[in-house]
């Protein structure tokens, strides 16, 4: 009987130590950071706000060209595989869809949930949101209409942080906070 429990324990922690995901400790501060994108590997640093916060990390970004409706997906470093995709539902807010905001000097405000692997679709939010289901992965492999899109992109604190996020982000991309 103790070597059955002694097995189960053993099978158990092994189960648990294999679920473990490595983590990795950022950095909060109240600046803004680039994220380069020219550069071997790509480390956001989120700024501002609570470390504890779940609020979601805001990201500004320009493009190579206007993707404003064309639907995000997240894709691997190496480009070769779509990490995550919106449910056709996760698109719309309201009556209306989640397109990312633009702001001043060619700026766009992210309202989906992108990063520095994004990557857009040939879909447009409006026919992607009518789908009933999500296409499969090897039709979202085939829709990929740019898997290098982002000219620049910065991760600018938490939407917490923010009381009136646009005003704000045009305030600081006014004073040139996030010129080069």
Known sequence: ??????????ILLILLAGCRSA?????????????EMNS????????????????????IYKTKADYSHQVPVMMNEARTRILSYPAPGDLKMGDGLRLPTLLNKGYLLDNKGIG???????YTYEEYSQLPT?????????????????????ACGRRAD??????ELNEKIAEGFLQK
Not at 40 to 59: C, D, E, F, R
Not at 116 to 122: E, G
């Open 1 to 10: 009987m103790k070597k059955r429990i002694n097995i189960v324990i053993a």
């Open 23 to 35: 983590k990795k400790e950022t950095m909060v501060t109240s600046d803004m950071q680039k994220i």
């Open 40 to 59: 071997g590997v790509i480390t956001p640093q989120l700024t501002g706000g609570n470390p504890a916060s779940t609020s979601p990390v805001v990201y």
């Open 116 to 122: 520095p692997n994004v990557a857009f679709l040939t």
């Open 134 to 154: 999500a296409p499969s992965m090897t039709d979202l492999m085939s829709h990929i209409l740019d898997k290098y899109p982002l000219l620049e992109i910065r």
């Open 162 to 167: 923010y009381k009136d996020i646009v005003i």
